[in-house]
């Protein structure tokens, strides 16, 4: 009964973001002298919008309560604060469903998704006091197996409220300046910017609902999806040039509902400010690497297609 009203509840929800993209669609493509779509084409796409979101929705509800996707040894909240952190993040992922849409549509993610976004999921940590799912600052270094755990910081109980609210702030800042940083690296390397600015504000708002240290792996991983897909797709349409922004949205996706693996394989760097420059400087070569191989993308011919 539980899974059958969660996914009554996830086809309502589903239904009201197709809508919201579709009015989206309409004023941004008025705005930017772009032809409107057939009402078929709206039909559908309507349709994908709907399914795909309310199978996410269904499936992350699943991964979190039953399969523990988001747990973590010292991360502990209560039940109350398990179930609003599960909303929580399915509120992200809404955002993120309209967020890719409206990008593969329009090839922009306007400030109307991603700054109310960004404010929700700061209001949301700071109220909820038990969203975060990795803490602030955790020193795993100092952990000894069977006799003592991780260093954490008494006030983050104390106060979880202002823990909340610094937990969120820190992965907004942190995902605005790692795309920023990224934004300006793709123009000295390439001679034209790789992502535009709605790209910062879309990794902001994913920061302030994940944090920093899972807004770094987002960051990190999203180039390798959108390299991998990307080649596929160009090979497949023949389009020379793809937005950025649905897959930093996917590598939050697969960040969520993987977490539980990815912070035990990468605490211990997160708890070493040494480990978090090497991971830095890493993380920027390999960029800059993927930027380089992005024009070798452009090159690859299309089915059916000139180049």
């Known amino acids: 009964m539980s899974l059958i009203l969660t996914a009554l509840f996830a086809f309502l929800v589903s239904s009201g973001l197709a809508w919201w993209f579709e009015w989206l669609s309409f004023h941004e493509r008025q705005s930017l002298n772009l032809p409107l779509p057939t009402p078929r084409a709206r039909r559908l796409r309507r349709i994908v919008v709907v399914i795909a979101s309310a199978l996410l929705f269904v499936l992350f509800h699943w991964a979190s309560i039953e399969n523990g996707c988001l747990e973590t040894p010292e991360v502990q ?37 991603t700054l109310p976004g960004t404010l929700i999921g700061l209001l949301g940590a700071t109220l909820i006091g038990e969203a975060q799912i990795c803490h602030l600052w ?32 820190a992965g907004m800042i942190t995902g ?30 994913i920061g302030s609902y994940l944090g920093w240290q899972a807004t770094t792996l987002v960051f990190l991983l999203a180039p390798l999806l959108g390299l991998t897909v990307g080649v596929v797709i160009r090979t497949v349409s023949g389009k020379t040039y793809l937005p950025y922004g ?31 420059v090497t991971l830095g400087g890493v993380g920027s070569i390999g960029f800059v690497t993927l930027l380089a191989l992005v024009q070798l993308y452009k090159s690859i011919p299309a089915r059916g297609r000139s180049t």
Request: proline content about 5%.
């Open 77 to 113: 909240p209560s039940g109350t604060g398990r179930t609003l952190r599960l909303v929580f993040h399915l509120t992200l992922l809404a955002f993120l469903v309209v967020a890719t849409s409206i990008d593969f549509d329009c090839y922009m993610i306007p400030d109307w998704i």
């Open 138 to 169: 955790v020193d795993w270094t100092v952990s000894i197996p069977q006799l003592r755990g991780p260093y954490i910081p008494a006030w983050y109980d104390a106060h979880r409220h202002w823990h909340g609210l610094a937990w969120s702030l």
């Open 176 to 205: 605005a300046g790692l795309t920023w940083s990224a934004r300006k690296v793709s123009s000295l390397v390439l001679g034209q910017e790789a992502m535009g600015t709605g790209d910062i504000t879309l990794m902001a708002m």
């Open 246 to 276: 649905p897959w930093l949205s996917l590598g939050a996706a697969v960040v969520l509902f993987s977490w539980s693996f990815f912070w035990g394989q990468t605490r211990m760097i997160f708890s070493d400010w040494l480990s978090i």
